[in-house]
C-alpha cells in the first residue's frame, strides 16, 4: 500500500495539468501557477505547447510525451523525478490520459512513491456530458472507436445493452458513419453531438439518432458524442433457438425478413435489435437466416 498526501511532503511531483479545449480564457490561475513552478513541462507536441506556453509568457524546458514513445518517455521522466526535479504533463487540449498519453506515466510513477497531483481543468467529456440533456449519472466514458469499420460496428455491440449514458469521441471525417452504425446496432436512441466546444462556432445538436444522421456530412470540427443508454427493462433469458425457429416459421408464411422479426418480437417481449442480430448470426451461437 501507498498513502500519498500531495502536500505535506516533500517529494518530487508529477503533475498533470489540462490546458483548454478551445478558449485560452479557461486556463486556470492555478494549472498556470504549476507551469511556471516546475521544472521540465512533458507533452505531446513542443510547437503546440510552446505557442500556448509563450501566451502565457511561461518559458520552460519542454520534452516530448507521445504515444508511439510512452514507455521510454516514462522511464525518462522517472529519472527527472529522481534527480528531485518537478514535472508537468500536460496534452494539446483538454486533461492528459482521456484519450491522451499519460497513463504509463502515472502508473510507472506512483508505484515508485512519487506525488501524482491532478490540477482541476478542462475536460470535453464532462463538458459534453452536463449539456448534452441526457442522463448525467451513471456515464460510461468510452473515447474513441477503433478506425477499422468492422471493429466499430464489434465494439459498439459490446455497450449496446449498457444502461447508462455513453460518451465517444470522433473525427468529422468518421462522424456520419459512426452515427448510421449507432443507430443500426444501439436503434434510434436520443443523442447529442458537441461541436467545437469552448470557441466561437460551438454547436450542441440534441435530436435522434436517425434525426442527427440528416446533417452530419455537413458537420466539421473534433466532436463529442453523447448517446443515451439502453432504457429497456432486462430480458428475460429464453431460448433463442426457439425464438429463431418462431423467424423462420413466420417467413415460411410470407413475411419478409424484417416483418418476421416484428411479429416475433411483439409476441415474445423480446427486442428487435436482439432478435435482429440473432437472424444474422451476430451472437448467440452460430445459426443465422441468410
Known amino acids: 500500500m501507498i498513502r500519498q498526501k500531495s502536500f505535506e511532503n516533500e517529494k518530487p511531483t508529477l503533475y498533470l495539468v489540462p490546458t483548454p ?92 512513491g512519487y506525488n501524482v497531483v491532478p490540477v482541476s481543468g478542462c475536460s470535453a467529456v464532462l463538458n459534453a456530458l452536463v449539456a448534452s440533456g441526457l442522463i448525467v449519472q451513471p456515464f460510461l466514458f468510452i473515447g474513441f472507436l477503433p478506425s477499422a469499420n468492422n471493429e466499430s460496428v464489434r465494439k459498439m455491440r459490446e455497450y449496446k445493452n449498457y444502461p447508462m449514458t455513453m460518451i465517444f469521441y470522433e473525427a468529422p471525417h468518421r462522424i456520419s458513419r459512426t452515427i448510421r452504425n449507432m443507430r ?73 425478413k424484417s416483418e418476421a422479426v416484428k411479429e416475433v418480437a411483439k409476441k415474445t417481449g423480446i427486442s428487435k435489435n436482439r432478435i435482429y442480430d440473432l437472424v444474422h448470426g451476430r451472437q448467440e451461437g452460430e445459426n443465422r437466416i441468410c
Open 21 to 112: 479545449i478551445g478558449n485560452l480564457s479557461e486556463m486556470t490561475p492555478r494549472a498556470v501557477e504549476v507551469l511556471k513552478h516546475v521544472d521540465v513541462i512533458a507533452c505531446e507536441d513542443t510547437r503546440t505547447s510552446g505557442q500556448l506556453l509563450k501566451h502565457f509568457e511561461i518559458s520552460k524546458r519542454l520534452i516530448a510525451y507521445q504515444n508511439f514513445n510512452e514507455d521510454a518517455s516514462a522511464n525518462g521522466i522517472l529519472n527527472l523525478l529522481s534527480q528531485g526535479y518537478n514535472v508537468a504533463l500536460i496534452s494539446d487540449a483538454g486533461y492528459p490520459l482521456i484519450s491522451d498519453p499519460g497513463q504509463t506515466v502515472v502508473s510507472r510513477i506512483s508505484a515508485h
Open 184 to 256: 443500426d446496432v444501439f436503434g434510434d436512441r436520443r443523442v447529442c453531438i458537441a461541436r467545437e466546444m469552448t470557441k466561437m462556432h460551438e454547436e450542441f445538436i440534441r435530436g435522434t439518432l436517425s434525426e442527427v444522421m440528416e446533417i452530419t456530412d455537413t458537420l466539421k470540427g473534433e466532436m463529442v458524442i453523447v448517446v443515451e443508454g439502453n432504457r429497456d427493462e432486462p430480458e428475460k433469458d429464453v431460448d433463442m433457438s426457439h425464438i429463431l425457429t418462431m423467424v423462420k416459421e413466420a417467413m415460411e408464411c410470407g413475411m419478409s
